[in-house]
């Protein structure tokens, strides 16, 4: 838009555009942006940092494992001046811990092969080639922590051969630490293949996305989680396709998704994640002019209350408070505005309608948001943050097979090293 533009504008028009131009940008509260993307407070507004006036100390909890044991008695009595010999009886008053990491050093075995000349005759035979002179010299733990370091730590292979170095004095190239994660795909794979099968034979499945670079190039990172799975899966587009390849036919009772809709109409019912929702009606709040979306916000608070307490309330009274809720949305949705802002956030939930409420008919089944699938998604994130994405899809393949065996293994509550040893090991 240029000066003569402008100029063809009515007064009112101008007065719009003047307010629009004013309204602050987007934040992780109210929009779908990750939290890194907000501008951090200028340090005089802040708050300071430690403790604040009032807060009870805590000191940390004595460890549940010792390993050594130091008892201190005192030598005479504060009394008399008397010796003590050390057998008197005594009383515990107080313990202590101090904690440190022993020195780690690779444990070497070497493996030699001897040939012996036979006193009878004077053959000499060789012994068999062992399997330790075929293949890797790494163990699987060096594997498994390359592997875990790499993936959930997002070091590049520099800094994990100065890790090897600095902290285990293992010497060890590039080339060999790219040698690990190829030879770690095909059990992952089978890890992923298992995680893809139960996805498939579920009930209830949410899906989210978010972009990363592969190759040079914009692609997608996806991820889809159910009870019992959580799989990843990179690709180079954002489209439905990749969902129903990733399905294979199989339709779930409810999908749980937000509004993109390439991510709609994969299930028998639809549960939209009402947090998206909600960001949107917050900026709406905060900037607009209605009060439509300060009722909208109370009525989201009132969802969320249902959801949060669903599993311990009686199906009359969730029936009673769904009804409600229906009565009063669709109230809202009638009501006129002028408000630009409320008329987009209005339009959005108007379309989702149908996918508000259906956590009520699935209780301890379906939520109502799909932050498991974004919690699922958040390591990735930060691991294109800090690499800035894969320079082949194999990679970003592996990885994301990776991903998915650690976070299948984390719903049973498997920690990382852990899983990533046993597929290895």
């Not at 403790?51 to 005192?74: C, I, M, N, Q, T």
């Not at 549960?271 to 002019?289: K, P, S």
């Not at 996918?355 to 379906?366: E, G, M, R, T």
Request: charged residues 25%; proline residues 4%.
């Amino acid at each position: 838009m240029d000066r003569t533009d402008l100029q063809q504008l009515s007064k009112e028009e101008l007065i719009e555009l003047v307010i629009r131009l004013q309204r602050p940008d987007k934040t992780s509260r109210t929009s779908s942006k990750p939290p890194s993307t907000d501008h951090k407070q200028r340090r005089l507004d802040s708050k300071p940092g430690g403790a604040k006036p009032g807060h009870k100390g805590h000191s940390r909890d004595l460890s549940d494992r010792v390993d050594e044991f130091v008892d201190y008695k005192p030598g005479f009595c504060l009394g008399c001046g008397a010796a003590f010999m050390g057998d008197e009886a005594s009383t515990l008053i107080g313990e202590y811990d101090t904690i440190d990491l022993p020195l780690v050093l690779p444990h070497v075995k070497r493996h030699q092969r001897h040939s012996c000349t036979c006193k009878a005759c004077g053959t000499t035979v060789d012994a068999p080639v062992p399997a330790a002179a075929k293949g890797t010299p790494f163990g699987p733990r060096i594997h498994a922590l390359a592997v875990y370091l790499k993936t959930f730590q997002a070091l590049s292979y520099e800094r994990l051969q100065a890790v090897f170095l600095d902290l285990y004095g293992l010497v060890i190239s590039q080339g060999a630490i790219m040698n690990m994660f190829s030879r770690s795909r095909p059990a992952f794979q089978i890890e992923a293949d298992k995680a893809i099968v139960t996805l498939r034979q579920a009930d209830v499945i949410g899906s989210d996305e978010t972009g990363v670079r592969i190759e040079g190039t914009n692609a997608f990172h996806w991820v889809f989680r159910c009870d019992g799975a959580v799989v990843h899966k990179p690709d180079y587009t954002r489209a439905g396709e990749v969902v129903r390849t990733m399905m294979n036919g199989h339709q779930p009772t409810v999908w749980i998704s937000d509004r993109y809709s390439a991510q709609q109409k994969h299930g028998l019912h639809h549960q939209t994640c009402l947090a998206h929702l909600v960001r949107e009606v917050n900026f709406a709040h905060d900037n607009g002019e209605d009060d439509l979306p300060m009722r909208l916000k109370l009525w989201f608070g009132r969802a969320f209350d249902l959801a949060r307490d669903i599993t311990v309330l009686a199906q009359s009274t969730i029936t009673a408070k769904r009804r409600k809720l229906e009565r009063e949305i669709d109230a809202m949705l009638d009501t006129k505005t002028t408000c630009d802002l409320a008329m987009k956030v209005k339009g959005r939930i108007s379309r989702a309608r149908a996918q508000l409420l259906v956590f009520c008919d699935f209780p301890d089944q379906v939520e109502a948001t799909n932050n498991g699938c974004e919690r699922a998604l958040r390591p990735a994130v930060i691991q294109r943050k800090v690499t800035n994405g894969y320079r082949a899809m194999w990679a970003a393949g592996a990885e994301a097979n990776v991903r998915t065996a650690v976070a299948t293994a984390g719903l049973k509550g498997q920690s990382a090293f852990q899983t990533i040893l046993a597929v290895i090991d």
